[in-house]
């Protein structure tokens, strides 16, 4: 994001918190990079002016299986990040603003996010998430000449036959269930065989890296030539993924921890970006050890929403306490591992059944359900992740992503406003997860015990991070 201009400076320079604000907008440059700043004068309803920052961009929202540029203009208080910003629609001629609970007739952008605005639990970042979400439910705009009866079927309709890819457009066609697997290995091959097994796809494509120390499998692939699988060396084969999984480690000789985990880290500034750029609507699955670090990594990496870049986490160790708590001890709810891939993960429970209709939600930790969990944490202690069992457990989150499934899965997601953390962290939270990536359960309270777990995982992934070079 150039901040570097005299007029942005000049103006960022009167901001009551002026370097809180130049890192609040880096972030969000990170994950929107199409949101541009620039200066404007703001007159406010009682006639006043202000001079202030603005960011002005385009959202993607999906309506009915298409992708939609949706114009939005943000205008930053001059104490922002600590009041939220004033957002606009803005229209292009060809558009009609279509009134509703989230949008008034002048373009005013209403939202929960806004109302109830907690720097730091509260960002722009946050917020686009949230805008993106209500407008795909409610679209506001509509196309000029369906403005008379204001029908969403129309919106946009002079590009009705296009959706957005790779930063241009093509010709709106069913989106074909591609997948790529990146890194070879054990993992890479059980990914491969529990996807064709769990998952429809159209087309599978496994890259063996070269800078991966695990290596090997694509051979056999090529050799025994399994139907949709196609096996190549060139990341350029996975674009126009729906779904990329990275499986590949580059683990080095080093003693330090910290060097060879910054050994993947070098290897992903090679792979994550590209990927991203090949599949800009893709959610990336990441598998690479320590699962926690490297989302978060290649989050920062790749430029995409944090809802669209998950780990893989505790899901395994999830499905797991599921069957445990319904068929040995008879619950009938689900439950999740939730927090760090360590010794220090907790356990939480559903307060709605399996087969409920109702969205799910964490049941606030109590004396009843602590000891059905100990118990059947107790039954899983011996069960190890191999790399069959995490590939299935990989598929199964590719299925609920190409199905729209709206399953909730325990994945590894940027954590920061859940339950209270504050820090830029990626731990294992219950997610609903379906074709536009994760939308975390609503946080709660947890026990003394297990908080202390969470916060010191907090403080372990803060510093490891702190110490990497991305």
């Excluded at 000049?10 to 009551?16: G, N, T």
């Excluded at 918190?17 to 949101?35: C, N, Q, S, T, W």
């Excluded at 203009?73 to 001059?78: A, E, S, Y």
Aim: include cysteine; glycine fraction near 8%.
């Amino acid at each position: 994001m150039d901040l570097k201009s005299e007029k942005i400076e000049r103006i960022l320079s009167k901001y009551k918190f002026h370097d809180v604000a130049i890192e609040e907008l880096e972030k969000i440059h990170r994950i929107y990079p199409g949101m541009r700043p620039s200066t404007g004068t703001y007159t406010f309803s009682d006639s006043t002016q202000k001079d202030l920052l603005k960011l002005t961009g385009n959202i993607p929202v999906k309506y009915e299986g298409r992708s939609y540029n949706f114009p939005v203009q943000l205008w930053l208080m001059d104490s922002f990040p600590f009041t939220p910003p004033i957002c606009l629609l803005k229209p292009t001629p060809n558009m009609a603003i279509r009134e509703g609970k989230h949008v008034d007739a002048r373009g005013r952008i209403y939202l929960p996010g806004l109302h109830n605005w907690d720097h730091p639990k509260s960002s722009v970042v946050g917020l686009l998430t949230e805008m993106i979400a209500k407008f795909e439910e409610d679209p506001p705009l509509s196309s000029k000449n369906a403005a008379d009866n204001k029908d969403p079927h129309e919106l946009l309709a002079f590009v009705s036959n296009f959706q957005i890819n790779d930063g241009g457009v093509r010709h709106h066609d069913q989106p074909i269930n591609k997948v790529s697997v990146i890194g070879g290995g054990d993992l890479g091959m059980a990914s491969v065989m529990s996807i064709l097994s769990k998952c429809k796809v159209d087309k599978l494509v496994f890259i063996d890296v070269a800078e991966s120390s695990t290596k090997g499998g694509s051979t056999d692939l090529e050799i025994f030539s399994l139907p949709k699988v196609e096996v190549s060396r060139d990341l350029s084969a996975s674009a126009g993924s729906r779904v990329v999984i990275v499986t590949a480690n580059a683990w080095s000789g080093e003693q330090s921890y910290v060097s060879v985990v910054q050994t993947n880290v070098d290897m992903y500034r090679g792979i994550i970006p590209n990927l991203a750029r090949l599949s800009p609507n893709a959610v990336l699955l990441i598998a690479s050890q320590p699962v926690d670090i490297m989302t978060h990594v290649a989050w920062r990496q790749s430029g995409l929403p944090p809802t669209r870049v998950i780990g893989a986490g505790c899901n395994l160790d999830s499905e797991r306490l599921s069957h445990v708590l319904d068929i040995n001890l008879n619950t009938h709810k689900p439950a999740w591992v939730i927090g760090e891939l360590s010794d220090n993960k907790i356990a939480v429970m559903s307060n709605t059944g399996l087969s409920s209709s109702v969205m799910p939600e964490i049941a606030p930790g109590s004396n009843s359900t602590k000891p059905l969990l100990d118990r059947a944490f107790d039954i899983m202690k011996n069960r190890g992740q191999r790399s069959w069992s995490v590939g299935l457990s990989i598929a199964d989150i590719t299925n609920s992503i190409l199905t729209n499934k709206m399953k909730p899965h325990s994945v590894s997601t940027l954590a920061q406003g859940w339950g209270g953390i504050g820090a830029e962290v990626f731990l294992s939270l219950p997610c609903i997860m379906g074709a536009n990536g994760s939308t975390r359960l609503a946080g709660v309270s947890l026990g003394q015990e297990d908080d202390s777990k969470v916060r010191e995982s907090i403080t372990s992934l803060s510093n490891l991070m702190s110490q990497l070079k991305i």
